[in-house]
């Protein structure tokens, strides 16, 4: 039962365009969600998060949106950079789960200079 | 500040042998938590300790284990290896046990091979 999907395994990207990585979720009690990325032989670094309360978190370059009624969240990459070329996970949480987060399968992106 | 680190990086294990991956929490956290990564997939959670104790669980068997040490380091082991263990296995410290995630620093993992 995956709860978390990330139904694109790979995208790729022309550097300086905006990068859309999507990710999508069946549970209802999540109330919390994370992307994480990951560099080979690196342990996953924090991104950007967002609370069920809000539609929108914004970062830097990095926003993240959040479409409760489709139960979908989207990562933006705006103006992307070769750096950003890796795994990215969307993970998310429930109330009362202590720190179990649950991952998508991960989008491998590699931004083309 | 020193970050999580995690040994061995790499091993390969014959299956039904017996596996202790370890784990050093980043300075001034208490909690930690283990997740598997198996080949093309994202993390699972494993297991959460916080002061010495269990402190949630996923979906894995009892043959999975752990400790939790005074200084908050860790250890995860595993029983009679199969051949589905193989999987990097990485570890994450934070500060508090309640949405431990918000403050979560993964370690570089650990690659499991069982033949």
């Known amino acids: 039962d995956q709860q978390v999907k990330q139904n694109s395994p790979s995208l790729s990207v022309q550097e300086g365009r905006i990068s859309i990585l999507n990710c999508d979720y069946t549970?209802?009690?999540?109330?919390?969600f994370l992307w994480y990325k990951k560099y080979p032989a690196e342990g996953p670094t924090f991104l950007i998060s967002i609370s069920s309360i809000k539609d929108k978190n914004e970062d830097g370059r990095f926003t993240v949106f959040l479409n409760k009624s489709a139960k979908h969240l989207s990562l933006h990459i705006v103006p992307s950079q070769p750096g950003d070329s890796a795994v990215y996970f969307c993970?998310?949480?429930?109330?009362?789960?202590?720190?179990?987060?649950?991952f998508g399968q991960g989008t491998e992106l590699s931004v083309k200079p | 500040e020193t970050g999580v680190t995690q040994s061995p990086t790499h091993l390969i294990k014959t299956r039904g042998q017996q596996v202790t991956l370890r784990c050093s929490s980043q300075s001034g956290h208490n909690t930690v938590s283990w997740y598997q990564q198996a080949l093309g997939q994202g993390p699972q959670f494993i297991f959460q300790y916080y002061r010495e104790e269990e402190n949630g669980r996923g979906n894995f068997p009892p043959r999975f284990s752990g400790l939790q040490f005074p200084n908050y380091s860790s250890e995860l082991n595993v029983n009679a290896l199969e051949l589905d263990d193989s999987a990097l296995y990485l570890c994450?410290?934070?500060?508090?046990?309640?949405?431990?995630?918000?403050?979560?620093?993964f370690g570089s993992g650990t690659r499991l091979t069982v033949v």
């Open positions: 549970n209802s009690m999540f109330d919390y």
């Open positions: 994450a410290s934070s500060p508090t046990p309640d949405r431990s995630y918000y403050g979560y620093t």
């Open positions: 993970a998310a949480s429930a109330r009362g789960q202590g720190g179990k987060l649950i």
